[in-house]
């Protein structure tokens, strides 16, 4: 099932491949990444968005920030160390990775009330995917709708998605990634939580896609850089929940030589049919099986410019990807967006970031590195 949209420019495929009082005590409550169970955020704990905000036209104009993408620094680059990290991530301890929002309740916080912000959007625009040396046969058709269950479409997301594996605050936790297309042939994509919260870079980070049970497949991949979007930077805007690495070779071999890349689509529409896949890892899942969710989107009636789908995947499935066009006999799609995180009070609800002209700008500056 392949649906396509209109008035695209593609883009050819690369070579090889807050201010204000303080929080009012009736603000919503809301945590980062996948959804648990009990409706709480994916990622890591809630955004810390403005305690008050102006009504005035500036304050509901679009938000693009600065015109840098943020980077981790060499502080923490300088400690990714390919060898040390491919005997650090051990199959214990990739299986005993905590889903990140489960290690730091602490960062759940009260969403302020504020005006909603438009993301800054441009001409729509697709990057086409690559296909990997020795392409997963899909097998489709999967359920339309699906609340969350799992994949056994097969098709290139099973090579293409993965889990990514990181410390945080010295404890080991986990998210979600997508290797994409891309100039470098090295790019992730993944949430803005996944590489950088609570002020702190993330450190010991790979990815490793197709990841079964303990193992992988095709391999642990260090990052290189770590970049996320000025916002997420700033303020950790949920709106701009978006990040990406670029991953270091493995064996003389770059990512997407191995494991395909998914195209992209920026600037697109709200109310589309989408996928969205990841590795929750908290209860009722155990981060060992690739899952979707599938549907017609939504955009977010609450507090931020976000797609929204009916969804119950949870922690740990933070930073998986979603897709527009996806085509189930393949497994390819292009991915708009990523799994962000849900409000507490509106269960089995999944919302991911826009894919606007920021999101662009990251993926162009880590496809270029």
Not at 52 to 81: F, H, I, L, M, R
Request: hydrophobic share 35%; glycine share 12%.
């Amino acid at each position: 099932m392949r649906r396509t949209g209109s008035h695209r420019t593609t883009f050819p495929t690369p070579t090889g491949a807050t201010s204000g009082s303080p929080l009012n005590r009736r603000s919503r409550y809301a945590r980062w990444g996948a959804i648990t169970a009990s409706a709480a955020l994916l990622a890591t704990g809630a955004l810390a968005a403005p305690a008050a905000a102006s009504s005035s036209p500036a304050a509901n104009a679009p938000d693009s920030g600065k015109s840098a993408v943020a980077t981790a620094p060499a502080s923490v680059t300088e400690t990714q160390d390919p060898e040390r990290l491919q005997e650090f991530w051990t199959a214990e301890r990739m299986r005993d990775a905590t889903p990140l929002e489960q290690l730091a309740p602490e960062a759940v916080t009260k969403l302020g009330q504020q005006p909603r912000k438009s993301v800054a959007s441009g001409a729509e625009r697709t990057v086409e995917g690559v296909t990997p040396a020795a392409p997963e046969r899909g097998v489709g058709p999967a359920d339309f709708p699906q609340a969350g269950g799992e994949w056994t479409g097969g098709g290139d997301v099973v090579t293409t998605s993965g889990r990514v594996f990181f410390t945080y605050d010295g404890r080991q936790a986990s998210c979600s990634g997508n290797a994409v297309t891309s100039e470098n042939s090295s790019t992730v994509m993944t949430a803005g939580h996944c590489v950088k919260m609570d002020g702190n870079w993330h450190t010991d980070w790979v990815f490793v896609p197709g990841y079964d049970n303990g193992e992988a497949p095709h391999g642990k991949w260090t990052a290189s850089e770590t970049l996320t979007t000025p916002q997420w930077e700033a303020s950790e805007d949920i709106n701009y929940d978006v990040g990406a690495a670029v991953v270091g070779e493995l064996d003389g071999k770059k990512l997407t030589d191995v494991v395909g890349g998914q195209g992209l689509a920026f600037n697109g529409e709200h109310n589309q049919d989408m996928y969205a896949f990841g590795f929750p890892a908290a209860d009722p899942y155990d981060g060992e099986r690739l899952i979707y969710c599938s549907g017609t989107t939504f955009k977010d009636p609450l507090l931020s410019n976000d797609h929204g789908m009916d969804c119950d995947m949870t922690g740990g499935s933070s930073g998986g990807p979603w897709f527009t066009d996806f085509d189930e006999s393949t497994g390819q799609g292009l991915q708009s967006s990523v799994n962000s995180f849900g409000y507490v009070f509106l269960p089995n609800t999944m919302f991911g970031p826009h894919f606007g002209a920021d999101a662009e700008t990251l993926y162009q500056t880590a496809q270029s590195s």
